[in-house]
């Protein structure tokens, strides 16, 4: 089956009646960048840049961000990538931020709302990757937004760090959905992005209320439940409001039993492990896209992550 795969692993993932899929990857590195290419990617959906900030004695500077991204978007021949902005808070030792230690990170300082102590961090890396060429190639990627507001103020900063960088085309810009606030305002939020990206790693923690870094609580903190589905199903139907796409970038995307029911709930692209992309795409082409918007809606309205894994394996059977 391996082999297989691996032979149609250029090709697109579309069902078998006609509905396309993007299998992209998510990536942390230039290595990972080949591997993905290697394996098929249709682009990169995640480029996490924590790597470029820790482990050194000073922040990047506009120009080290640009060639990171440059290097990376290079490796890609015509692929896209979205790019998502610095993630870290005050779990992560990053020597130079200094941050005070925090009794919940989770719900303190991190992704777009570190920003608040150190605007610096974030205006250096928005201007390094405005100058990655081409200019379509890279798409921004916003983490942790809980409100149209933030977006709207960050919109603001990197169209201003636009024109002063001379550039006159437009620059796509997507939000996480990763926050059960972001989920819920997702119609509103489609209004200023032009793409939505759930992180169900996130989503998963904040809405079951489970540490996604907490082993006994491996089991139970599952994407596939319910509440979390129902959020994913209000995010895909507030961007469709708006004409605007929605992709999976958490591990749930790579879960053999979720994708029947992600592509069921009307997400267009599956961000996975770079390795991942030639099994996921050859499960998307044995989906059929009717029968999977049928049984995500039953999927709704069941009671358990244990009880919708039953019932996508019975319909869909593991290879
Ligand atoms: C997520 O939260 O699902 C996600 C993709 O981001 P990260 O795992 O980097 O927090
Ligand atoms: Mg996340």
Known sequence: VREA???TSQ?????????????????????????AVDNGADAVGLLRTELLFIHRQAAPTIDEHRQSYQSIVDALGGRTAIIRTLDVGADKEVDYLTLPPEPNPALGLRGI???QVR??????????????????????LLPMVTDAGELIALRKRIDEFARAAGRTDPIEVGVMIEVPSA??????LSQHADFLSIGTNDLTQYTLAMDRCQRDLAAQADGLHPAVLRLIDMTVKGAAKHGKWVGVCGALGG?????????????????????SVPG??????????QLCRQRAQDALALDSAQAVRAVSREIWPLD
């Open 119 to 140: 605007p610096d961090l974030l205006d250096d890396q928005l201007r390094g990757l405005i100058a990655v060429q081409p200019h379509g190639a890279v798409r921004i």
């Open 183 to 188: 989920a819920l305002l997702a119609d509103q």
């Open 11 to 35: 090709e697109a993932a579309v069902t078998s009646d006609g509905r396309a899929i993007e299998i992209a990857a998510n990536i942390a590195t230039l290595d990972d960048a080949k591997t």
């Open 113 to 115: 709302r570190l920003a």
């Open 280 to 289: 996921i795409k050859a499960r998307v082409r044995r989906l059929d896209y």
């Open 255 to 275: 879960d053999p039993l979720a994708v029947p029911l992600l592509v069921g709930l009307g997400v267009t692209e599956l961000s996975v492990d770079p390795v």
């Open 5 to 7: 795969n691996r032979r």
